[in-house]
């Protein structure tokens, strides 16, 4: 279903120039009226608004649409940027001592200095399948770890074939992913790599004989004496696989040594490392690096990484005493005690977030957000600052975004910190 909010021509309206404020007086030909579109997801199960609000939060424009709409709204005046809102309603399971229940969900994403003509696009995720992996010359298995599981050892059934040194077994992954192994076997000590790039295209066989030893890249020298955990990816043929993550133990401080393949089967790697941190029981990173590494070893640089977050009723104000980030994505999110829950995720600069008034929202779902945002609830807000190696903008990153160009905030070289308190 196609939406449209149409907007008017300013050269249709020449004769009102002096009265309308959408046109510039004697440059009626430049005149923009703003228009963004935004595809919805599927995960509505009822009705879904997309919004347009100006600085004080008030609704400029909206459009009532369903699930997996494409929604096209525009205004009558000109405006270069505009903070545009899509609002679905959709159900939660929780399991409650055991007894799993659903609670209707208000997911919410808010995008300040939206630029005229934005295009929010929705990603389509390939379903798990399950694939067959046949690899041979194998007499003996030791060890199989398919690091995509995150666990010391592969979890399914493994089927050796001594008749003709065949092993096989299945993993369930989506097909546009690439698959990477360990494998221990013929009474060899050094685990063997077995990738393969891009499941749907391959054919997941392989000869353990010809398959390379993997290695030790290097160090990585932790900023701090804290305990930090790892992701290292390899990128073969633009797809990612997991490669390597700390098993035992979990944590690492320090300094460690990332396990990968000094080959040129591995177009290059991707490396996260985080530092975990709690909040009644919720999981965030304090701190995290993002990047694609040109080398090993590698020396991660300590940063200030305070943030001081305000509220005033809904005005809120977000600044960082040192080290100004490119972007503030805040979450302001509930999924404690009794339903509706809300979950709502606002994309910003700093100068926009240093003073926010939250958007109304449509008037028909006004009455729930007064319920969602008042008092008496264990609502929570996570405020993320993201900062790029890069010389991006906040537009880029918007693209990016809006894109969903997942590889673009660690191909730019990501450092963010993070915090969740009370809101």
Known sequence: MKLSLRPIPCLALALT?????????????????YSASWQLSATATDLAWVFISDEDGQLVAEQSAEAQDDVDISTEECADAHTLSALTIGSATVNDGGNPRTETLYRLTTVLGAPNGFDWDTLALLPLQEWEVTIGNVTSV?????????????????????????LGF?????????????LTANSNVMPRAIIFPRIDSSTLSADYSTAPSTSNLGAVNLPDNNDWQYSLYGLVDDAIALMDYPRQPDLVNGSFNPTGLLSSRVDRYRLRVNRPAFYNG??????????????????LT???????????DEELSITTPANTPLV?????????????????????????????????WPGMVTAQRDQLLGAGRSTAIQIRALQVQSNASYIDFLDALASKNQQWLWEEGLIEWSTITDY
């Open 282 to 299: 919720i999981a965030y990173d304090a701190l995290a690096y993002d990047f694609s590494p040109s080398g090993f070893p590698i020396n």
């Open 302 to 312: 300590a940063i200030p990484s305070i943030i001081d977050y305000q509220r005033t």
């Open 17 to 33: 120039l002096s009265i309308w404020p959408g046109c510039r007086d004697g440059d009626s030909t430049s005149c923009e009226p």
């Open 170 to 182: 299945a993993i369930n992954a989506r097909g546009d992913e690439a698959a990477y192994f360990e």
């Open 328 to 360: 503030y994505e805040v979450r302001i999110f509930d999924y404690t005690g009794p339903g509706p829950w809300i979950d709502w995720t606002i994309y910003g600069t700093p100068e926009a977030l240093s003073s926010f008034l939250l958007p109304d």
């Open 142 to 166: 030791e060890r199989l770890v398919w690091p995509a599981e995150r666990r010391a050892t592969f979890q399914g059934d493994i089927i050796l074939d001594p008749a003709a040194d065949v």
